[in-house]
């Protein structure tokens, strides 16, 4: 029975892998900027003013994604969670972060900041060898050196770009218009672009990999935390909504 269980489990999580786009250019599935707003952005939901022409499609969009993390994402991770535990869950959660470190230090670079330039480099040398390739991160441990996340949707913003107008996409979730550029942006620093553009033999292999970020992202960093911002909100959309927008714009002032 034990086996039969792990077997239908494994086709879940083969069905939700395949469901994904592998198009969808993202280190988040979903997106994380909707979870790492302050919790008082609340007290603030009166005085944001965000341009959302299509507001229907968006709110249909969101209902369309809403009921597809409720129904197939969150009790298939959950499936995952009992095959991969927590602590190999962030294991490779940190691999996938110090793989993108090249998006991370060539947008600093292109905000002119060095300083975070640096601890970029510094993160990925330490991270990649004392780290074991990403799997363990003693440069926060040991160095007390923070993740320095900045994209190319941050560094059109740091040059003026308006992040123009608001749109929720299936599956991707919320985004701007200047966001969907930064998508394409950071695509040229993302390696497995390059890996999967090549003809290199073990294609599948990068392709899997792609996968398993995705599914190991949704799991570990996004579904407990979206249920937290979805659950406590009067009017869900607008609570997302606010959130990324708001986490955007702070992003880019800092």
Same mark, same amino acid.
């Given at each position: 029975?034990?086996?039969? =269980?792990?077997?239908?489990?494994?086709?879940?999580?083969?069905?939700?892998?395949?469901?994904?786009?592998?198009?969808?250019?993202?280190?988040?599935?979903?997106?994380?900027?909707?979870?790492?707003?302050?919790?008082?952005?609340?007290?603030?939901?009166?005085?944001?003013?965000?341009?959302?022409?299509?507001?229907?499609?968006?709110?249909?969009?969101? $209902?369309?994604?809403?009921?597809?993390?409720?129904?197939?994402? =969150?009790?298939?991770?959950?499936?995952?969670?009992?095959?991969?535990?927590?602590?190999?869950?962030?294991?490779? =959660? =940190?691999?996938?972060?110090?793989?993108?470190?090249?998006?991370?230090?060539?947008?600093?670079?292109?905000?002119?900041?060095?300083?975070?330039?640096?601890? +970029?480099?510094?993160?990925?040398?330490?991270?990649?060898?004392?780290?074991?390739?990403?799997?363990?991160?003693?440069?926060?441990?040991?160095?007390?050196?923070?993740?320095?996340?900045?994209?190319?949707?941050?560094?059109?913003?740091?040059?003026?770009?308006?992040?123009?107008?608001?749109?929720? +996409?299936?599956?991707?979730?919320?985004?701007?218009?200047?966001?969907?550029?930064?998508? +394409?942006?950071?695509?040229?620093?993302?390696?497995? $672009?390059?890996?999967?553009? $090549?003809? +290199?033999?073990?294609?599948?292999?990068?392709?899997?990999?792609?996968?398993?970020?995705?599914?190991?992202?949704?799991?570990?960093?996004?579904?407990?935390?979206?249920?937290?911002?979805?659950?406590?909100?009067?009017?869900?959309y607008t609570a997302v909504q606010h959130a990324y927008v708001q986490n955007r714009r702070k992003k880019i002032k800092e």
């Open positions: 029975m034990k086996k039969q =269980n792990l077997f239908i489990i494994l086709f879940l999580l083969f069905s939700f892998i395949c469901f994904t786009p592998s198009h969808i250019h993202a280190e988040d599935f979903l997106t994380q900027d909707i979870l790492e707003i302050e919790d008082d952005w609340e007290s603030e939901e009166e005085t944001v003013q965000i341009n959302d022409p299509l507001n229907k499609f968006n709110k249909a969009m969101f $209902t369309f994604n809403d009921k597809l993390i409720t129904y197939i994402f =969150n009790p298939l991770s959950k499936g995952y969670d009992m095959i991969v535990p927590r602590p190999a869950r962030k294991c490779i =959660n =940190n691999l996938f972060v110090n793989l993108a470190a090249p998006k991370r230090f060539f947008n600093n670079v292109f905000q002119k900041k060095g300083k975070s330039a640096g601890i +970029v480099a510094g993160r990925f040398l330490i991270n990649s060898t004392i780290g074991l390739g990403g799997f363990f991160d003693p440069a926060k441990a040991a160095f007390n050196l923070e993740k320095q996340s900045e994209d190319f949707g941050q560094t059109l913003g740091y040059y003026g770009m308006d992040e123009g107008f608001y749109l929720v +996409v299936p599956i991707l979730g919320p985004t701007t218009g200047r966001d969907i550029l930064g998508y +394409v942006g950071d695509a040229v620093f993302n390696p497995f $672009t390059w890996l999967s553009a $090549t003809d +290199v033999d073990p294609e599948d292999a990068w392709t899997v990999a792609r996968y398993v970020r995705r599914v190991n992202n949704f799991s570990y960093n996004i579904r407990d935390n979206y249920e937290r911002i979805v659950d406590d909100a009067f009017d869900p």
